[in-house]
């Protein structure tokens, strides 16, 4: 498949290296990078990158996420830096950021809300989906808004599920516009991170041609579904990945999928209020986008691209 370029403003997360490999990850994007060139202009992009991190600053970078590299970075001017940071609204009070060992998970445990009580976020909307049917119909609505299908769409932009390589952020977050405006209910958003190297979170694209996919975090909104009369599900509507909404510990565990790698590993979660958009530098702080205008602008940009 043809190398797809996009240019934007980036904000490095980590640089991780060994076994001879150099990862760089990128708030903004979930895809694991690395850098397309050697030579004299891969030391120097390197180096630029390696003061990024170390000042935090932003770069402006051109990549290509389906080929997983960076063809170039340079320096913002002090214009452009003075705009980036102006318009950088971050998430006051984030949640924590818990270590998880997937597989000690109890989930008849784990997926009730009770268990997650420390949550504050949750304290904050009350009005949660009442069964599991109205979470079906609610993720039956966001699936349809899949740029593959053609339209015509109930929402623009469409959503580029099929494209699962990056851009989780952007569809999350389109998606929680759809839970909170369109049906009126509570959305949270629920990351996973793979850190340090050589971790990674590997899924394998059924829904899309069956390849393997890498990412170091991911993000999809987390429901709360009523059970009954005793107990509070939590749910998350994916359908980049699941055909349904699944229970919290079903979405963790499918991104350690051991066939694709065997480095495959959640090592932390994160349940973030739902104007969490993308991590802010780490699992430890977050970026918003109140206005939806990242968010439009990459559904945009992904929206005529395929996972395999």
Same mark, same amino acid.
């Given at each position: 498949?043809?190398?797809?370029?996009?240019?934007?403003?980036?904000?490095?997360?980590?640089?991780?290296?060994?076994?001879?490999?150099?990862?760089?990850?990128?708030?903004?994007?979930?895809?694991?990078?690395?850098?397309?060139?050697?030579?004299?202009?891969?030391?120097?992009?390197?180096?630029?990158?390696?003061?990024?991190?170390?000042?935090?600053?932003? #770069?402006?970078?051109?990549?290509?996420?389906?080929?997983?590299?960076?063809?170039?970075?340079?320096?913002?001017?002090?214009?452009?830096?003075?705009?980036?940071?102006? &318009?950088?609204?971050?998430?006051?009070?984030?949640?924590?950021?818990?270590?998880?060992?997937?597989?000690?998970?109890?989930?008849?445990?784990? &997926?009730?809300?009770?268990?997650?009580?420390?949550?504050?976020?949750?304290?904050?909307?009350?009005?949660?989906?009442?069964?599991?049917?109205?979470?079906?119909?609610?993720?039956?609505?966001?699936?349809?808004?899949?740029?593959?299908?053609?339209?015509?769409?109930? #929402?623009?932009?469409?959503?580029?599920?099929?494209?699962?390589?990056?851009?989780?952020?952007?569809?999350?977050?389109?998606?929680?516009?759809?839970?909170?405006?369109?049906?009126?209910?509570?959305?949270?958003?629920?990351?996973?991170?793979?850190?340090?190297?050589?971790?990674?979170?590997?899924?394998?694209?059924?829904?899309?041609?069956?390849?393997?996919?890498?990412?170091?975090?991911? #993000?999809?909104?987390?429901?709360?579904?009523?059970?009954?009369?005793?107990? #509070?599900?939590?749910?998350?509507i994916d359908p980049g990945m699941f055909d349904k909404p699944v229970l919290l510990s079903?979405?963790?565990?499918?991104?350690?999928?051991? &066939?694709?790698?065997?480095?495959?590993?959640?090592?932390?979660?994160?349940?973030?209020?739902?104007?969490?958009?993308?991590?802010?530098?780490?699992? &430890?702080?977050?970026?918003?986008?109140?206005?939806?205008?990242?968010?439009?602008?990459?559904?945009?940009?992904?929206?005529?691209?395929?996972?395999?």
């Amino acid at each position: 498949m043809p190398s797809i370029k996009e240019s934007g403003i980036l904000t490095l997360a980590a640089i991780r290296k060994g076994k001879g490999e150099t990862q760089y990850v990128f708030s903004e994007k979930q895809a694991i990078l690395r850098l397309a060139t050697g030579g004299k202009a891969g030391r120097e992009t390197a180096a630029l990158l390696r003061e990024a991190l170390r000042k935090k600053l932003p #770069v402006k970078a051109q990549i290509d996420t389906r080929e997983g590299v960076i063809h170039r970075a340079t320096p913002l001017s002090d214009k452009e830096l003075e705009e980036f940071r102006r &318009n950088r609204i971050l998430v006051e009070k984030p949640e924590k950021t818990l270590r998880l060992d997937a597989s000690s998970v109890d989930p008849t445990v784990f &997926n009730i809300e009770n268990f997650h009580r420390r949550v504050r976020c949750f304290r904050l909307c009350k009005r949660i989906i009442p069964n599991y049917k109205k979470a079906k119909k609610i993720f039956d609505f966001c699936a349809k808004q899949t740029c593959s299908l053609g339209g015509p769409f109930q #929402v623009t932009p469409c959503i580029p599920f099929q494209y699962v390589i990056d851009g989780c952020y952007a569809r999350a977050h389109k998606m929680r516009w759809i839970i909170t405006q369109k049906y009126h209910y509570c959305c949270e958003k629920v990351f996973s991170f793979a850190i340090p190297f050589p971790d990674t979170l590997a899924v394998q694209a059924n829904k899309w041609g069956g390849c393997c996919v890498f990412w170091w975090y991911h #993000v999809a909104p987390l429901v709360r579904v009523r059970l009954g009369r005793s107990a #509070v599900l939590l749910m998350v509507i994916d359908p980049g990945m699941f055909d349904k909404p699944v229970l919290l510990s079903t979405w963790l565990a499918a991104q350690e999928n051991k &066939n694709c790698s065997a480095n495959a590993k959640v090592t932390q979660y994160s349940i973030q209020p739902g104007s969490a958009y993308a991590p802010a530098g780490g699992p &430890n702080a977050y970026i918003t986008d109140p206005n939806y205008v990242q968010t439009d602008a990459m559904l945009l940009n992904y929206q005529n691209l395929v996972t395999c």
